[in-house]
């Protein structure tokens, strides 16, 4: 699992034993059935002892994920006390004191028996069972780990936490710890995040790293760490197309940068973006725009009617248009998807459009600053243009954002609506540039058949950026 051996910076240490916990439905037994098939794949020899689901319910999970189930060497043990056999049930002596002592039995010497390099106990919860108390269960563990001891035997154990659902003494045990979480959301698909409680003698990424449940198996995401990631690159401007839009930048945005477009809906943000990326792909360089906020063909048609020829990029592969539903989206999966783009396409160009859609895909306000903070920090020292797209509430007069992220982006730009003379119109101004010169002229924008256009500065008028603009006196 790529994923995991990234947390893992490198893998697991062999020989030990490990304890896999998390609620049903977590995907433990999915993890485990790849830990096996990943042993066999390098030539080790490996065992899955099953204590709770049955031998056809794994096989065909192992189907479901198009593994070859025959590959997959199951022993399954069934209690004799889970049996309904009359002859079966214990009458004179306590379950525990004949279950628990045999089944560890069976254990061990199906283990002599086949010496596997790699080993899954499924799960810890059938054991737990049989032990009428804490104290008998957890002796009977010890003695499991010493049976391991020397054997160069690397053991996953699974839990379901059925018991009080954080079993300390258990993981006290184990040389490592791996805890899967859900968590449910109002709306849409299950958050799934794995963590690394502990890991004796090794290193590893602390935190949570959000997974997913897909055919083919568990896909992790480990959290983006930015300083990583640094390399150098050429800090040349990134032409838009349109000569009076860079001239207000200066003479263009920057590679490494960021750029944040903010204003009411409708005003153009959307638009001005894509023409950033149709002008890269132009270039020869790769450009992505991920669309929260609309469909791909909704983008696609308005694109067109501006006069931008965006199918033929689309065609030659420079151009991407990624739709995005946020309701089926795992913030670490869309940010594992934009780093791929990155290192695998080497794309220029990154449109998100918009971050009110990324904040629907995450938990809270805190958690899209940090996931953020980060993910523009990877960017920009990845040498990409990264341009977001920020719709504010209301139209003309006051407006607001759900958050403020301004002190984030390296440049600012703001659009807004203003009325005069019976209409209403837009306006272009850019507030902030970290990087080089920058007009603070307010200009006109419009968007006509041919494309964007930008006006001389409106000097006649105050009061542009509140919606009601007044002529100035020197030209009433």
Not at 59 to 74: F, K, N, T, Y
Not at 100 to 118: F, G, H, V
Not at 263 to 287: D, M
Request: aromatic share 6%; hydrophobic share 40%.
């Amino acid at each position: 699992m790529t994923g995991l051996n990234e947390i893992l910076l490198g893998g697991l240490p062999p020989g030990q034993m490990y304890l896999l916990e998390g609620d049903p439905g977590t995907g433990k037994s999915t993890i485990a059935m790849q830990f096996i098939l990943a042993g066999i794949a390098r030539g080790e020899k490996a065992l899955y002892i099953t204590l709770s689901e049955p031998r056809s319910e794994l096989e065909a999970s192992a189907r479901s994920h198009g593994w070859d189930a025959a590959l997959l060497p199951i022993a399954e043990f069934v209690p004799e006390e889970a049996s309904l056999a009359p002859d079966q049930q214990y009458t004179v002596f306590h379950p525990s004191e004949v279950e628990l002592a045999s089944t560890i039995q069976k254990l061990t010497n199906i283990i002599d028996r086949e010496r596997p390099d790699r080993l899954v106990i499924d799960s810890l919860s059938e054991l737990r069972l049989l032990a009428d108390n804490v104290m008998r269960y957890r002796r009977q563990l010890l003695a499991l780990r010493q049976f391991f001891v020397g054997r160069n035997t690397t053991v996953l154990l699974l839990d379901d936490r059925t018991s009080d659902g954080n079993d300390l003494q258990l993981q006290s045990i184990a040389h490592g710890v791996f805890r899967l979480d859900k968590i449910q959301r109002s709306y849409g698909v299950t958050r799934r995040q794995i963590e690394i409680v502990k890991l004796r003698g090794s290193a590893y990424r602390e935190g949570f790293h959000d997974y997913t449940i897909k055919q083919g198996g568990v896909m992790i995401y480990p959290r983006l760490i930015a300083a990583e990631h640094d390399k150098p690159f050429p800090k040349d401007p990134v032409p838009s197309g349109v000569a009076e839009l860079d001239a207000m930048f200066g003479g263009g945005l920057r590679r490494g940068s960021s750029t944040l477009i903010i204003g009411p809906s409708g005003v153009g943000k959307s638009t001005i973006a894509l023409q950033y990326a149709i002008a890269a792909a132009r270039r020869e360089n790769c450009a992505i725009v991920y669309a929260f906020d609309e469909v791909r063909r909704t983008s696609i048609e308005r694109a067109e009617a501006l006069g931008m020829d965006v199918h033929r990029e689309l065609e030659r592969g420079m151009l991407s248009i990624q739709q995005v539903d946020p309701a089926e989206l795992s913030p670490g999966e869309f940010i594992a998807q934009i780093r791929r783009d990155v290192e695998e396409r080497d794309t220029r160009v990154i449109v998100i459009d918009s971050l009110n859609g990324f904040l629907n895909a995450m938990p809270g306000e805190r958690d899209l600053i940090l996931h953020l903070h980060e993910l523009l920090a990877f960017l920009n020292q990845q040498g990409v243009l990264t341009i977001l797209v920020l719709t504010q509430h209301g139209l003309v007069g006051s407006t607001h954002a759900d958050l403020d992220v301004s002190y984030l982006a390296d440049a600012v730009v703001l659009l807004r609506y203003f009325e005069t003379e019976g209409e209403i119109r837009q306006v272009i101004s850019v507030l902030k540039q970290r990087t080089g010169h920058h007009e603070r002229a307010l200009r006109e924008l419009r968007f006509t058949s041919k494309g964007i256009h930008i006006s001389k500065q409106l000097s006649n008028f105050r009061g542009i950026l509140s919606g009601l603009p007044n002529l100035a006196k020197d030209h009433e």
